[in-house]
C-alpha cells in the first residue's frame, strides 16, 4: 500500500529516534532537485518517499526521487489553467485544490486521469490549506464568505467534500481568510486541527470539524498584508505560527509565537528581533519540541531553543518545506523544488 499511491500517480502523470541531546545545525546544504518556470507553494512528501507537487499553469507531477525522474503534467478545467496552491494525500489518493474562482479540487482517478471532486463558484471564493486527519477525513479553508471561514470537510477518503455553513463555525472579522503562501495554515494531529488567519486568529476544533472557537493571538494583523501565515505542533501542545508583512518583509515585530497548551494562550518570541517575515514554519522532527525552521522569501532560520533565538542559514529564497526525516527536508519556490540538508 505504501507504494501504491506513487505508482497512481506515475500511471496519471504518464497518461496525462529522538534527536540526540544538544545537536544543533550549524549549516544547510541547498540542491536543486528539479527546476520550471513555475511557482512552487505545495510539495507533498509521499508515504514511498517520493515527492508530489502542483503549482502554477495547471502544473503538478511527482519527483522519483530513488530513480531521479520527475513526471510532469497539466490539468485543465474547460479553458481555465488552474493555479494550484494546496496538495494533500491519504494513503490512496493524492489531492489538489486551486485558488480563485471556480476553487477546483481533484483527486487521483481510477481511469488515469485526475478526478474533480469538488467545485465551488462565486465571487469571493478563494482556499488556501488542505490537509487530512486520518484516511477518510480531512478539511481545506479558503477566505470568509457570508460571515465565516470556508471550511470543507471529507468524511470518505476525499470522493466527496462538504462546506460547514456559517451556523455551525464562528463568525469571522470582517476580511477574515487565510494567506495562501505555503499550504501550511492548516495543522491536524488526533482529532484536533488548528487554522491560522489573516486576522492574527487560530481557529481550533477538538473533534475533527464538527465544533470550533477562536483564540487570538499577539501577531500583528492591523493591514491586509500582515497577519499568521504559518502554523505548526509538534505535539498537541507545543505549537508555533509564524507570519509577518509580506510588503515589509524587515518588521520582525510581533510575527512569531508560541504555545504550550494546545493553542489556548500565546506568547510572542524574538520579538523585535530576527527572523523577519516568513511564510513557512515546521518543528524539526524528534527534536522534542525544541528545534525549528522558518523559511521565506528571505532565506532559512534555525532555532535550537523553541524560537527563543535564532540563526540565518541561508539567505535563498522559498515559499514552503516539508521534513524528509531530522536532517533532510525538501523546499520550494519560485522555479524549483530543492532539497536541504541540515547539519
Known sequence: MR?????????????????????????????????????????????????????NKGA????????????????????????????????????????????????TGGKGNMELVYREGGEGVFYDAMTFWNEQEGIAVGDSLDGCLSIIITRDGGN???????????????????????????????????????????YITYDKGFTWEVIKTPITSEKPTQGIFSIDFYDENTGIVFGGDYTDPKNNKGNKAVTMDGGRTWKLIANGKLPNYRSCVQFVPNSMGKSLIAIGFEGV?????????????????FYTLRFMNDSIAYAAGKDRIAKLIFR
Open 301 to 317: 532560520a534555525y532555532s535550537f531553543d523553541s524560537g527563543e533565538t535564532w540563526k540565518q542559514l541561508s539567505n535563498e529564497s
Open 160 to 202: 466527496t467534500w462538504k462546506k460547514i455553513p456559517c451556523s455551525s463555525l464562528p463568525k469571522s472579522e470582517t476580511g477574515e481568510g487565510a494567506f495562501v503562501a505555503s499550504n501550511t495554515n492548516i495543522k491536524t494531529l488526533g482529532t484536533k486541527a488548528w487554522i491560522a488567519t489573516t486576522h492574527g486568529n487560530v
Open 60 to 107: 503538478f507531477g511527482l519527483l522519483d526521487l530513488g530513480f531521479s525522474k520527475v513526471r510532469v503534467n497539466t490539468q485543465k478545467y474547460d479553458s481555465i489553467l488552474p493555479e494550484f496552491r494546496a496538495v494533500a494525500q491519504n494513503s490512496t489518493d493524492f489531492f489538489m485544490l486551486s485558488i480563485g474562482n471556480p476553487a477546483l479540487l481533484y483527486k
Open 3 to 55: 507504494n501504491y499511491l506513487a505508482i497512481l500517480m506515475l500511471s496519471i502523470l504518464g497518461a496525462c529516534s529522538e534527536m540526540e541531546e544538544g545537536r544543533t545545525f550549524n549549516t544547510v546544504k541547498i540542491e536543486n532537485i528539479y527546476t520550471d518556470s513555475l511557482s512552487f507553494r505545495a510539495i507533498q512528501i509521499m508515504d514511498g518517499g517520493n515527492i508530489a507537487f502542483a503549482a
